[in-house]
């Protein structure tokens, strides 16, 4: 390192020497990715693809206040013989020592990664204090240990003093900060890229000098060409709301990429800062490694106290010998792998949750699959009884960690996480973190925004052709795919002991003051490193059954159920599924008749097909279960494929099969599925390695049954998913059956604001003979309540009016009900039951079905209102007020019911029919059409042949569909009335005319 400025001119006579030298030696250590949420946009991949071209040998990232990027550029730098360096830039803000401004750390080794998350972590919890990520002089000073230093360039604690020529006060300010980080840990930053900063450079190389602290060349690396300066520039005018033409672009234009021949020319005069760049490449050595990181809560050992578990339950279940072999088996590869910790913390979890009442799912994903699991009744599955395999979710060879995914009642969500917190420690769970990027609409809206363009403006300019010229087009493609912003994971979270496995955390504000803290590593990088992630799900499925199960006094778990009930699977059959759990589809309930299942491997194999890839093959799965298909290549493949008819659907049969036909234990085989799957386009390759890892070949139909593995494996599903999820099925299934009334009105409730499910479900239980109450101003609640056979509407179903206004109305009644319309509206408080709530709660006949005081309670509303009810005598002729009813304004308010309620509680076409007969006759005698029909559209369809497909109803039970032309269907809406004029010839109806109904029709 050279100590004087004379000593670094020899030094640099001998660079000109010898030039390669000091070339080679520079390393750029300060590069911003697009996880510097304000105004990063590099990718990780891109930095590397630049490095390795410059021949440069390390990557630094540096984003302000985290390190989220760090475990993606470890794994990607391998790749591309990279070195990775974990650095961040904090602000610092001491008011006592009158510092202030940006600081760089670097990562030397493990002490100093733990050091540097307890930095990030500090500034984000001032920054929940504060509004502003800083740390302070003396928290640094505890955690300096392991860490590297530079003074932070642009916008460090010096910045701003140069220009005054007051010397003393930055000899000041050093002295400080060298109270505080020692001095061999502490380089100062010198940066080149502008006249300010040469200037700057310069008195700061004396410094250097004169108090004997080394200097570091750096640059403040934004992008590497104009089209990524370009996005740089749109996403910090995105992430400040300023427009394009406002901002400082000389300003940026010099944060580009610093290449090695650039540096060394630059910064010839001061050699020994470009040598420190590679001296500190050497001297950080983290890299994160893949270990088991799970906690231990238990003092004992977890292994032993497993394992008496265990043989107690299974005692008391009496297991027969396939089941003990099984649970054998899983023990081992438990205590190989070292997760019996794991088990306990979750079926600990889940215990609560059931003891609580709180309504959990049988399983999901591979976890089902564990004989464990299911006796420690973390699920409800047997995977003895469904033919599931253990090393689907673990085995001894599996490089990535087991994953429970639970679901919850939602409702109950945020309580089993409050438990979780205060059995493990708050510091001990935290949420896991999700990256927002820029999808392509929403760009060219933000970009668009920035070149003051309006919203129509830009929906316009995105269908013409010449687009592609538009500078806010090429804006928007510039940022397309790179991070926006940051949210949180829906049901991640991560359970670990923070004295020993330290990780930085965001603090996102989710509401005002209320901060969740997250992980500042996504779900994979969490998996990568090794820790315990859980996935608390919430399912509104779960909230219905528990619902029913209330109301019904149903007592009976997933589990207690023999999945055999005659009467469930006919209601299957038959198709009547609506509000059954994965079989609500117009398709699935197309295939169910088809199909028509009759046991529970059926209805697991249904929900298997119906999904994109394998949807081709259920048409061969209905005429194999019809014709009871019997040709199999071998034994062997007919006891593993036979319950599917032939057709491999399951992953777990293509293990099944490797392992049968090739002699391969089960955790090798599902390693070759993976393999194949990963690869199935590459079908030479797949053969070559699948032979060579298969010694023993017994079989004669090689050939057949390996195109038959490798054809079947890109969409192979996880049956341990399918079971649980076919559990839920028959379970709703059962339900519905059994207690139709409770299931409707826990269904409604649970979709309360969704019109058309609604709809869908009074008319469903219209035709079983149970009829809806409309709602009541002194009766409803918020949703809707059985009584006397009976369902009543609740404020809930009501559109524009809103949980808030619905409380408070409640809430007055308590304290006396409702007299009338101009009582209610007298006690209400218009900040929060405004005109459109008591609006819409007219137009729903809350206060009366008549329409002549429906049409003066709007008046009255339109008008200057009193303020009082004793006023209302001046009102008096404007209330008694005779009003003239129209067919127009019957209609008007009969769409506006439907609208606001999305059904109709009575059927309005009766009247309509009776009112209209006597017209008919004149228009069949006149026109002489032999049929007609009057009804209001359900819904409108369009045919691949250009006709249309309308349902119509005048009945609430019973709806009638038309094939008509094109443009015939022009000026009709849905929810219009209309009169059909036609032909019937042949037991075929032609539809000749169709008029809306009006006065002019009549």
């Excluded at 799970?294 to 010998?321: A, T, V, W």
């Excluded at 949750?353 to 004989?371: C, D, E, F, M, T």
């Excluded at 394998?614 to 040709?631: G, Q, W």
């Excluded at 009003?883 to 308010?893: A, D, E, G």
């Amino acid at each position: 390192m050279v100590k004087t400025k004379t000593s670094s001119i020899i030094l640099w006579t001998l660079v000109q020497i010898q030039y390669g030298l000091f070339y080679k030696m520079f390393c750029n250590l300060k590069f911003y990715s697009e996880y510097s949420l304000d105004s990063g946009i590099l990718k990780i991949k891109e930095i590397l693809e630049n490095l390795k071209a410059d021949k440069q040998k390390c990557i630094c990232i540096t984003d302000k206040n985290n390190i989220s990027s760090s475990i993606k550029s470890n794994e990607l730098s391998k790749k591309y013989n990279i070195k990775n360096i974990i650095g961040t830039e904090i602000y610092i803000y001491d008011k006592k020592n009158s510092i202030f401004g940006n600081i760089t750390i670097l990562v030397k080794n493990e002490k100093g990664y733990n050091n540097i998350c307890n930095i990030i972590n500090k500034s984000w919890e001032n920054f929940s204090l504060f509004e502003k990520k800083f740390v302070n002089l003396k928290f640094i000073q505890k955690n300096q240990e392991g860490l590297i230093f530079f003074s932070g360039g642009e916008k460090s604690f010096s910045k701003g003093i140069f220009f005054e020529n007051d010397f003393s006060k930055l000899y000041k300010r050093c002295k400080t900060i060298f109270k505080f980080i020692k001095k061999k840990n502490f380089l100062i930053e010198i940066q080149r890229f502008n006249k300010e900063t040469i200037i700057e450079s310069e008195k700061l190389i004396n410094i250097s000098y004169k108090k004997k602290i080394p200097l570091i060349a750096t640059n403040p690396n934004f992008f590497f060409n104009k089209k990524e300066r370009f996005a740089y520039e749109t996403k910090i005018c995105i992430k400040k709301k300023i427009k394009y033409k406002n901002i400082n672009r000389n300003k940026y234009k010099y944060h580009k990429f610093l290449t090695k021949k650039k540096a060394s020319r630059i910064f010839k005069d001061v050699p020994s800062a470009l040598i420190n760049t590679t001296s500190i490449e050497k001297k950080c050595s983290f890299n994160y490694e893949k270990k088991n990181r799970y906690p231990k809560f238990y003092k004992k050992n977890s292994y032993k106290i497993l394992k008496k578990k265990l043989n107690k339950i299974s005692k008391k279940k009496k297991l027969n010998k396939k089941y003990l072999k099984t649970l054998k088996h899983e023990i081992n590869i438990i205590k190989k792998t070292k997760f019996s910790n794991f088990f306990l913390i979750v079926k600990d979890i889940v215990c609560w949750a059931k003891k609580k009442n709180i309504q959990v799912g049988p399983g999901r994903g591979s976890s089902a699959s564990s004989l464990v699991a299911y006796l420690l009744k973390i699920t409800d599955v047997d995977p003895v009884k469904n033919g599931l395999l253990f090393e689907r979710f673990l085995n001894k060879n599996k490089n990535c960690l087991p994953d429970f995914d639970i679901d919850f009642s939602p409702k109950y969500r945020n309580l089993v996480i409050k438990y979780i917190k205060k059995k493990y420690g708050k510091n001990n769970v935290i949420n896991i973190v999700t990256f927002g990027k820029f999808a392509l609409k929403n760009s060219f809206r933000d970009s668009g925004r920035i070149f003051n363009l309006k919203y129509n403006e830009i929906e316009r300019k995105i269908k013409e052709k010449g687009v592609i010229k538009e500078v806010f087009y090429s804006a928007a493609k510039n940022i397309e795919n790179r991070i926006r912003n940051i949210g949180i994971h829906a049901g991640g979270i991560i359970i670990y002991n923070n004295k020993i496995n330290k990780l930085p955390f965001f603090l996102i504000n989710k509401k005002k003051g209320n901060f969740i803290k997250t992980s500042q590593f996504d779900k994979y990088d969490i998996e990568n490193l090794g820790f315990l992630k859980l996935d608390i799900l919430g399912l509104k499925t779960l909230s219905i059954i528990e619902n029913i199960k209330k109301k019904s006094k149903f007592n009976k778990n997933f589990s207690d159920l023999n999945f055999k009930d005659k009467e469930t699977f006919k209601l299957i059959c038959k198709g009547k599924t609506n509000g059954i759990f994965q079989l609500e589809s117009y398709g699935i309930k197309k295939l169910l008749l088809n199909i028509k299942p009759k046991k529970f491997n059926d209805l697991v194999s249904i929900l298997a097909l119906y999904r994109p890839g394998p949807i081709y093959l259920i048409d061969k799965f209905c005429i194999r279960k019809k014709n009871k298909y019997n040709k199999y290549i071998s034994k062997e493949i007919k006891d593993i494929i036979g319950e599917t008819y032939g057709i491999i659907i399951f992953q777990e049969q293509i293990i099944k099969i490797i392992s049968e036909c090739y002699n391969i234990k089960i955790d090798k085989a599902e390693e070759i599925r993976k393999f194949i799957y990963k690869n199935v386009n590459k079908k030479e390759e797949i053969k070559n390695l699948f032979l060579n890892k298969i010694k023993e070949k017994y079989i004669k139909n090689e050939k057949e049954i390996f195109d038959m593995i490798v054809k079947f494996s890109g969409y192979g599903f996880n049956k341990a998913h399918a079971v649980s999820y076919a559990i839920i099925t028959y379970y709703m299934a059962f339900l519905k059956k059994n207690f139709f009334e409770n299931f409707i009105v826990s269904n409604i409730n649970c979709f309360i604001s969704d019109n058309k499910k609604t709809d869908q479900f009074i008319k469903e239980a219209k035709k079983k003979k149970i009829y809806f109450l409309k709602p009541d101003l002194n009766k409803s609640g918020f949703k809707f309540k059985r009584k006397n056979n009976k369902i009543l509407f609740g404020f809930g179903g009501i559109k524009n009016l809103g949980k808030k206004a619905s409380i408070y109305i409640i809430k007055e009644r308590k304290k006396r009900k409702f007299k009338d319309f101009y009582d209610f509206f007298f006690r209400m408080n218009k900040s929060i039951v405004n005109k459109r709530n008591v609006e819409s709660l007219i137009f729903s006949n809350v206060f009366t079905n008549k329409l002549e005081k429906k049409i003066n309670y709007l008046e009255f509303l339109k008008k200057k209102t009193p303020n009082n009810i004793y006023q209302l005598r001046i009102f008096d002729n404007f209330i008694k007020k005779k009003v003239l009813i129209t067919l127009k304004k019957k209609i008007f308010f009969m769409k506006k019911e439907h609208y606001h309620l999305g059904t109709f509680i009575k059927n309005p076409m009766r009247k309509f029919i009776y009112e209209l007969k006597e017209n008919f006759f004149k228009i069949r005698k006149k026109y002489r059409f032999n049929f007609y029909y009057i009804g209001y559209i359900e819904k409108i369809f369009k045919l691949n042949s250009g006709q249309y497909l309308i349902i119509v109803t005048n009945n609430l039970n019973n709806s009638k569909s038309f094939f008509i032309k094109e443009n015939l269907c022009k000026k009709i809406k849905k929810i219009d009335i209309i009169i059909m004029l036609g032909f019937f010839y042949k037991n075929r109806i032609f539809i000749k005319n169709i008029k809306k109904l009006n006065e002019k029709t009549l």
